[in-house]
């Protein structure tokens, strides 16, 4: 069974870089058969996916246009696990933010991480 | 692709039929899937492929539809239904959610 288990701290000054990690048990980050994403979800902009990355004999990413000139998501396969750094973060980017797997043959988001609401204020 | 729920809130009574609705803005054929999700919790795969549920899931939930129109019914709603319920369309990245219907107690 996979699970993600998310951790990373809850409060961030503007101005800084958002840093949150997702820890993967019962796949492995270098699948070919998944892509590994972030999501977040805030009553302004409900569920927003912001990006993924994956593996199809070498890595790739993917980033949403909203977030594309501040966001990096790298998989570490030493720790089979995979992070979330989003730079210059305003209040707009305050909510909670998901790490979830999404299956390359059916396309859905099959496993999701707890959650981790980051606050950005000072 | 913009996903239109509807109606934003939902007042049921238990036991009775809830249908929920979603609408995509162009074609997403039969990529859709829907998502529950409690207070404090991540959103939990109920359906997909429009119509497939997943493992686990009761049979009193059930999708329906293709294109751009699609529905949630679930038949006899039970205490632990009552959520926030979000449709998602995977024909195109980026994926897109609905902005979820609350399932509330009449």
């Known amino acids: 069974q996979v699970q993600l288990q998310q951790s990373g701290p809850g409060l961030v000054k503007p101005s800084q870089t958002l840093s949150l990690t997702c820890a993967i048990s019962g796949d492995s980050v270098s699948t070919d058969s998944a892509a590994w994403n972030w999501i977040r979800q805030s009553p302004s902009r409900g569920l927003e996916w912001l990006g993924r990355t994956y593996y199809r004999s070498k890595w790739f990413n993917a980033y949403a246009d909203s977030v594309k000139s501040r966001i990096t998501i790298n998989p570490d396969t030493s720790k089979n696990q995979f992070s979330l750094q989003l730079m210059s973060v305003t209040p707009e980017d305050t909510a909670v933010y998901y790490c979830a797997r999404w299956l390359h043959e059916e396309g859905y988001f099959d496993c999701w991480g707890q959650g981790t609401l980051v606050t950005v204020s000072s | 692709i913009l996903m239109t729920q509807s109606p934003a809130t939902l007042s049921v009574s238990p036991g009775e039929r809830a249908t929920l609705s979603c609408r995509a803005s162009?074609?997403?054929?039969?990529?859709l899937a829907w998502y529950q999700q409690k207070p404090g919790q991540a959103p939990r795969l109920l359906i997909y492929?429009?119509?497939t549920r997943a493992t686990g899931i009761p049979a009193r939930f059930s999708g329906s539809g293709s294109g751009t129109e699609f529905t949630l019914t679930i038949s006899s709603l039970q205490s632990e239904d009552f959520a926030v319920y979000y449709c998602h369309q995977y024909n195109n990245w980026p994926h897109t959610f609905g902005q979820g219907t609350k399932l509330e107690i009449k």
């Open positions: 162009q074609s997403v054929s039969s990529n």
């Open positions: 492929g429009a119509s």
